[in-house]
């Protein structure tokens, strides 16, 4: 992808920051093609892009006002067993808890089908340890809330969206409590609030160290029961299918493959929430499981939807670090097991192999320091010492106190010999969470119509440069719930043409090549996968250089090449899938955004630190936006599997 900074004349309208009474004025331009004008005039944080912009091309092929097919269960029941285009009102790729939630809400109004790549439960919610941020305490407010989220992400937060997320939590924690979901109390009967880094309050609800399993537990429940809500399982979705109007692409549906089958299933529906999740999987550690290989936000560039912040690449300070148990794992695991942020808000000491304790010499607020600051530290002792990991001690709490609050870590650690309740753990830094993603309004709208985001996927303007810690988890409740509304407006204002299913070319199975063919493409791809992770962890972690991110852009754009070259020589084509291939295409396409956007922010600001430009600079507090290239030039992984089809006028 062809990276260039475009001129900083357009009028784009930001939320205030509060940042010297300043806010954000105009975004870095990263662009491989030129862009509309009226696209940079009119896209702002909070809305997404201007009336006029959404006005344009809704008469269209297949979408038609004031009309509205509705499937029937029946009808739709009847389909299921084989690989039919399917037809819903709504539907949502990704089963974590901005998906699952939104379902719930829009399946009022219409059929959902929910898309999800492995079990439903396999999503970044089932691992999230800490909890939900949200002012439920007295002593707390929502202008505190907000100014810890702002100062934590380096000042680069829009503010209307933190407002919005902070005033907005504490309801949607109680309707998670309504459903079901069961969150710890304390001895006088109310929630028991933990405090994490960052946070000046204690305002974490949390279920023990298993908050994100107890929320997927009591949302699948609820889902279950809901009779309008079709669950998909182990369906890989590969593209967006788009129709071009004009400057408007609109978005018909999804095309999928079911990994169990191997069938490729069509999804037509009138509106699509991409709810997939992050990328952590660029990086060869990270904590998030294997799922996270960036599908959706490759998908929606592929798509023509704005990408913005890819930078900010959050990691997690403290993972668990197997080579430094009693007893290592006998495999080496497929994601790595979070320490919870919770053991330091709750007393946690960092040391060094020397058993120094080192925080201090780098913050004020020591152990309690935002996760940027603390995984840049833990780097630095890593380097500084050459050692492989430090040491995370809260053995000096009362045993009873931290088996209570931790009892999925101490049971881990014991499973490995460590008793933590005696002894220190070793604990690395692992990729954990992207702040960047798919741009996205207020109420989760994006640039391409039909097309809304919420979750990890989503780049709200909530989390800057750097997330508050717990803010995750409350930012996917928000605008799943925000994007309700304008879903069904749209649903109930739209009309899916039963011919949709036929414009565009489906993919197809790479079955003609033979399984000895197959074998090779899938051990190769495994290899390049490796290949690309260990670039990334070079190259683009912690601490970054100009030098070494031009390094990563050169390396990851030969090695693209060289694999691509041997998938085709390999007989394979443009239009074919599979699970091993199609996740190293989106990892090639998100790695790309990473290291474009890293190399267009010259100052280092949350979490993107780079040597080079190691001071915060004012006048470069903006947003980073890469806006999509051509639909049909470039590699495959930034090339959708069909030509975008242009509506006639």
């Known amino acids: 992808m062809m990276t260039s900074i475009a001129p900083g004349n357009s009028k784009l309208h930001f939320g205030q920051t509060f940042y010297r009474g300043q806010g954000c004025k105009q975004p870095y ?14 896209l702002s944080w909070s809305y997404g892009v201007s009336k006029a912009f959404w006005i344009n091309g809704l008469q269209n092929l297949h979408l038609h006002t004031n009309q509205k097919w509705k499937p029937r269960r029946t009808s739709i029941s009847s389909s299921l067993r084989d690989g039919s285009a399917k037809y819903f009102d709504f539907a949502v790729i990704g089963s974590g808890v901005a998906g699952l939630r939104y379902a719930l809400e829009v399946a009022r109004h219409g059929t959902v089908a929910v898309i999800t790549k492995a079990e439903p439960h396999e999503s970044n919610t089932n691992y999230a340890q800490g909890g939900v941020s949200a002012v439920l305490c007295p002593s707390d407010s929502v202008e505190s809330h907000m100014h810890d989220t702002i100062v934590a992400g380096a000042y680069l937060c829009d503010e209307e969206t933190v407002k919005v997320v902070c005033t907005e939590g504490p309801d949607r924690v109680r309707e998670l409590i309504a459903m079901g979901a069961s969150f710890d109390h304390g001895e006088d009967g109310n929630l028991h609030l933990a405090r994490e880094g960052g946070h000046s309050h204690h305002r974490i ?38 129709s071009q109007d004009g400057s408007d692409t609109i978005c018909y549906g999804v095309d999928t493959f079911n990994t169990a089958t191997q069938e490729v299933v069509r999804f037509i529906s009138t509106v699509i929430l991409l709810a997939s ?17 960036g599908d959706g936000i490759a998908m929606a560039h592929r798509a023509q939807a704005v990408i913005s912040n890819m930078e900010f690449v959050q990691f997690h300070p403290t993972a668990l670090a197997d080579e430094g148990l009693p007893i290592r794992p006998t495999n080496a695991r497929e994601n790595a097991f979070l320490i919870t942020e919770a053991v330091r808000g709750d007393g946690g000491i960092l040391y060094n192999l020397g058993m120094e304790r080192f925080m201090p010499f780098y913050d004020d607020r020591a152990e309690l320091a935002p996760r940027d600051v603390v995984a840049r530290s833990i780097d630095d002792q890593l380097k500084k010492r050459i050692d492989r990991y430090v040491l995370l001690d809260i053995s000096h709490k009362p045993r009873q106190k931290v088996l209570a609050h931790f009892p999925n870590i101490a049971a881990e650690c014991l499973r490995h010999g460590l008793d933590m309740t005696k002894q220190p753990i070793p604990v690395v830094p692992a990729a954990h969470y992207m702040c960047g993603g798919v741009r ?4 989760g709208e994006t640039n391409v119509r039909g097309l809304y985001v919420a979750g990890e996927v989503a780049c709200t303007g909530l989390h800057g440069a750097n997330r508050l810690a717990s803010n995750s988890l ?11 509304q304008p879903s069904v407006d749209h649903m109930k204002s739209s009309h899916i043409d039963h011919s949709a299913s036929d414009a565009w070319p489906k993919p197809v199975m790479p079955i003609s090549l033979g399984s000895a063919v197959l074998n090779n493409i899938i051990c190769r791809t495994r290899e390049v996968r490796k290949e690309l992770q260990s670039i990334m962890w070079k190259y683009v972690g912690i601490v970054r250089s100009t030098t070494r991110l031009k390094t990563a852009e050169k390396k ?27 996740e190293m295409r989106n990892l090639f396409c998100c790695a790309k955004l990473v290291v474009s956007s890293a190399l267009a922010r010259q100052e280092s600001r949350g979490l993107h630190y780079t040597v080079d430009f190691p001071f915060v600079v004012e006048s470069k507090r903006l947003p980073t936006v890469i806006f999509p290239g051509s639909p049909v030039n470039g590699t495959w992984s930034s090339r959708q599997l069909h030509r975008p089809q242009v509506c006639s006028t």
């Not at 996205?440 to 109420?443: F, K, R, S, T, V």
């Not at 409350?474 to 309700?484: G, K, N, P, S």
């Open 29 to 42: 331009w990263v662009s491989s093609v030129a862009v509309p004008r009226c696209m940079k005039k009119d």
């Open 205 to 242: 609800v949390h279920a023990a160290d298993m908050t994100g399993r107890e929320i997927e537990r009591a949302l699948l429940e609820a889902v279950d029961k809901d009779p309008n809500i079709f669950m998909f399982e182990h369906h890989f979705a590969v593209d967006l299918l788009t």
């Open 277 to 293: 999740g992050g990328a952590g999987h660029i990086y060869p550690t990270t904590t998030n499981p294997p799922v996270a290989t």
């Open 440 to 443: 996205a309004g207020l109420q």
């Open 474 to 484: 409350l930012e996917a409740l928000v605008f799943a719930r925000r994007a309700v």
């Open 556 to 582: 990851i754009g030969e090695l693209e090449l060289e694999w691509e070259s041997f998938l085709f020589q390999n007989g394979w084509e443009p239009t074919m899938v599979g699970l091993e291939a199609c």
